[in-house]
């Protein structure tokens, strides 16, 4: 072999074994880095005592992965006064007992949740460069279906809101919460058209609303609100809608940050249309003259076809909610 083919092959070499390291680490190492990311969000009316929200997303949970699990148990030592879930909690047909197990310690804390197309069906093997094509699709014939049932059992148990196409409200330290939500638009079952009205019904079945109260100068005293919107997937049509709809702060996961990143130019792909820079964490989202914060979880799992990560470890989200 000449010089120049010996140097081809050391390369070559050399680049093999370095996919393979980042593989192992990927997939052995970082993706069970589980992570808290903090941040503060300033949202509030002035004077407002702040709130502590817990987003989780994206566990994808399997039966057998008990540090996922106890990991999840752990943050209920941060005391949250929300906890938000924006799907895809079930990555095998028995999750639903490794969610009930991580869940039980926030029995008690108020909670909302939305559906991820992985409530209601399991993963399956996929080729990953079809990824930089479009969105994945889902075909429904080829899924199995998962126990969506016996989740939402789980969730009410806890005493948490099922958001998907309604709108609710919680009074939480002195800040009255709208809150809406959508069921997963990655699989088209998003119902914008019924927001609106779920709002209009929100307002005006509450008896503080400035809507409820047909003389202007008789209603009560403003009182400090906040409207937040949550979506598993954040497609630009969910978010603008949310934000001409009065929300402030939104909710989403589903994108997994990327999964795979390439450091210091981030995620590859993102599994939706929202622009890469916000594949993750915590931005703005501007839509016309309105403008709300936009939290994108990176997720805590992966599809058990897909165990892997790299440069985008798992994450948990706590937003500290402040006065403006």
Same mark, same amino acid.
């Not at 370095?18 to 808290?36: C, I, N, Q, Y």
């Not at 009930?100 to 409530?119: C, H, M, Q, T, W």
């Not at 939290?295 to 985008?312: E, K």
């Given at each position: ?9 050391? !390369? &070559? @070499? ?6 393979? %390291? ?10 069970? /880095? #589980? ?121 009410? !148990? &806890? @005493? ?6 309604? %709108? ?10 709208? /809150? #809406? ?109 309105h403008t709300a914060y936009l939290n994108v979880s990176a997720g805590l799992g992966t599809s058990i076809y897909a165990p892997v990560r790299f440069a985008c470890p798992p994450e948990a989200t706590l937003l500290t909610l402040t006065s403006a």
């Amino acid at each position: 072999m000449t010089t120049g083919g010996k140097t081809v092959a050391v !390369s &070559l @070499g050399a680049v093999a074994a370095a996919g393979l %390291a980042a593989f192992a680490w990927g997939s052995l190492v970082e993706r069970r /880095l #589980f992570t808290l990311r903090e941040v503060t969000v300033p949202v509030l009316a002035p004077g407002s005592d702040p709130i502590k929200v817990l987003h989780l997303s994206d566990l994808h949970m399997a039966p057998w992965q008990r540090d996922k699990q106890d990991w999840v148990r752990g943050l209920a030592d941060l005391q949250p006064d929300l906890v938000v879930n924006t799907g895809d909690n079930l990555g095998h047909e028995d999750g639903v007992s490794g969610i009930e197990y991580a869940l039980e310690p926030f029995r008690g804390v108020p909670g909302i949740f939305v559906n991820g197309s992985n409530d209601y069906f399991g993963p399956m093997l996929k080729n990953p460069l079809r990824y930089f094509g479009a969105p994945s699709l889902l075909r429904n014939a080829m899924h199995q279906k998962l126990d969506i049932d016996s989740l939402h059992r789980v969730f009410a !148990s &806890l @005493g948490w809101t099922d958001l998907n196409n309604t %709108a609710e409200a919680l009074d939480i330290n002195g800040t009255h919460l709208e /809150l #809406f939500g959508v069921d997963d638009p990655h699989i088209g079952l998003d119902r914008l058209d019924v927001i609106t009205r779920a709002v209009d019904d929100l307002r005006a079945n509450d008896p503080l609303s400035d809507e409820s109260w047909p003389d202007p100068e008789e209603a009560a005293a403003p009182r400090p609100t906040l409207t937040v919107g949550v979506a598993h997937a954040p497609y630009q049509r969910v978010l603008n809608s949310f934000v001409n709809h009065g929300a402030q702060l939104i909710l989403a996961g589903h994108t997994h940050g990327g999964q795979v990143c390439v450091p210091r130019f981030g995620a590859l792909v993102t599994n939706c249309d929202i622009p890469r820079k916000q594949v993750k964490g915590l931005s703005l989202w501007d839509s016309g003259l309105h403008t709300a914060y936009l939290n994108v979880s990176a997720g805590l799992g992966t599809s058990i076809y897909a165990p892997v990560r790299f440069a985008c470890p798992p994450e948990a989200t706590l937003l500290t909610l402040t006065s403006a």
